[in-house]
Antibody, heavy 121, light 110 residues
């Protein structure tokens, strides 16, 4: 059974760095074809894809946020970490991690419940 | 501003059929597979369609997907009140190597 769960601070101040962790089970990110993406959704707004890391450590980033994002994985812990620097109130959103595989790619077949991050002083 | 274009809202009566369009470009929809997601209020998105027209296990055949050129369409037949949700299309942009989503469509079952 595949599950993903996001964790991190609920509140960050402007200019701070956000670190989010996606802890998953039911699959291994070292298995060929596996990938994990981060996606966010501001309140009342649309989904926005942020970043992706693949089983072979390939990494992809949103063009508009590339300079602020870093994605990494720890396969031994079944975790994917996303850091976003220089947080701003417009970054207030629910942040989701989601799994992709070669079967459903570029889709996402399992999603975490999401974690709401508010950026405010 | 989302890369893929969807109508903000659609509506239909219970039992009827509705379609939701998703328009993109040659760098995304035309050269990649399209997925569709259903997001019920207060919940995470759920995969409805992948590879343009395939349904994951457990998704009823009332939901269908198609793609032609730079556009894709989600169809829902036999509408139920429980289908009221936001629907998103998504794909990969091969020129930019990024994921892209539509702006979402709110379905109201009258």
């Amino acid at each position: 059974q595949v599950t993903l769960k996001e964790s991190g601070p609920a509140l960050v101040k402007p200019t701070q760095t956000l670190t989010l962790t996606c802890t998953f089970s039911g699959f291994s990110l070292s298995s060929s074809g596996m990938r994990v993406s981060w996606i966010r959704q501001p309140p009342g707004k649309a989904l926005e894809w942020l970043a992706r890391i693949d089983w072979d450590d390939d990494k992809f980033y949103s063009t508009s946020l590339k300079t602020r994002l870093t994605i990494s994985k720890d396969t031994s812990k079944n975790q994917v970490v996303l850091t976003m620097t220089n947080m701003d109130p417009v970054d207030t959103a629910t942040y989701y991690c989601a799994r992709g595989t070669t079967t459903v790619t570029p889709g996402f077949d399992y999603w975490g419940q999401g974690t709401l991050v508010t950026v405010s002083s | 501003q989302s890369v893929l274009t969807q109508p903000p809202s659609v509506s239909a009566a219970p039992g009827q059929k509705v379609t939701i369009s998703c328009s993109g470009s040659s760098s995304n929809i035309e050269n990649s597979y399209v997925s569709w997601y259903q997001q019920l209020p207060g919940t995470a998105p759920k995969l409805l369609i992948y590879d343009n027209n395939k349904r994951p296990s457990g998704i009823p055949d009332r939901f269908s997907g198609s793609k032609s050129g730079t556009s894709a369409t989600l169809g829902i037949t036999g509408l139920q009140t429980g289908d009221e949700a936001d629907y998103y299309c998504g794909t990969w942009d091969s020129s930019l190597s990024v994921g892209v989503f539509g702006g979402g469509t709110k379905l109201t079952v009258l």
